[in-house]
């Protein structure tokens, strides 16, 4: 069954610095999202994206933060400085539309 | 604003019980309303998704209820199994017609053998 991939698993950075976390979503799906869960708290939304534009972003997904569909496959979240409250679980997502997102197994960030 | 809200409590029940799960939502009609499993470390896996104009839904073991009158949406889980334990989030559509997706916190599930 196809799934969601995401790389790195764990990503431990400096404050400060800039991190890309990577997704390969299903391969037919069109819609692509970012979520973060902080430790022991809910999944919140970040950013939708379509059609190769974003199609809604919360008021989390500030300056700091783009996402891009660099080749026909990978779907990316930059953080370009990071602070120590991005801290969390990112959890990348696809879906074919307003049916059931595909999560996939998340990337542990943790910004010292 | 949307606002979503689970039981925070945790539900113990009995292994062959029926699990019963509340989301309620406020300030807000969504055109669908989606119930998801997470396990710890883990994403969010979808279960089952119900639309405005539908009343019920099922899978296998599942059940869902979407009163919009209520503004609730119930989640069942019939003969529930020590493998059902995990949380179980509701979300909703945020926009009529958008790609914003809000969860709730979750409500802690775990059935005892």
């Known amino acids: 069954e196809p799934e969601v991939t995401q790389t790195p698993s764990h990503q431990v950075t400096q404050m400060g610095q800039e991190v890309i976390l990577r997704c390969v979503p299903i391969s037919n799906h069109l819609y692509f999202y970012w979520y973060r869960q902080i430790l022991g708290q809910k999944v919140e939304f970040l950013v939708s994206?379509?059609?190769?534009?974003?199609?809604?972003k919360s008021e989390i997904f500030d300056d700091q933060f783009s996402v891009e569909r660099p080749d026909g496959s990978n779907f990316t979240l930059k953080i370009r400085s990071t602070k120590l409250e991005d801290s969390a679980m990112y959890f990348c997502?696809?879906?074919?539309?307003?049916?059931?997102?595909?999560f996939g197994p998340g990337t542990r960030l943790t910004v010292l | 604003s949307q606002k979503i809200e689970q039981n925070s409590e945790a539900l113990n029940i009995q292994e062959g019980k029926t699990a019963t799960l509340t989301c309620n939502y406020t300030?807000?009609?969504?055109?669908?309303l989606q119930w998801y499993r997470q396990d710890p470390g883990r994403g969010p896996v979808f279960l089952l998704l119900?639309?405005?104009?539908?009343k019920e839904k099922r899978k296998e073991r599942l059940k869902v209820t979407f009163d919009t009158t209520l503004k609730q949406s119930l989640f069942h889980i019939t003969a529930s199994q020590p493998a059902d334990s995990a949380t179980y989030l509701c979300a909703l559509d945020s926009q009529r017609g958008g790609f914003k997706t809000i969860f709730g916190a979750g409500t802690r599930l775990f059935v005892k053998a």
């Open positions: 994206f379509y059609n190769n534009e974003i199609s809604e």
């Open positions: 119900i639309r405005e104009n539908e």
């Open positions: 300030n807000y009609s969504p055109a669908y």
């Open positions: 997502a696809s879906s074919m539309g307003d049916i059931a997102q595909y």
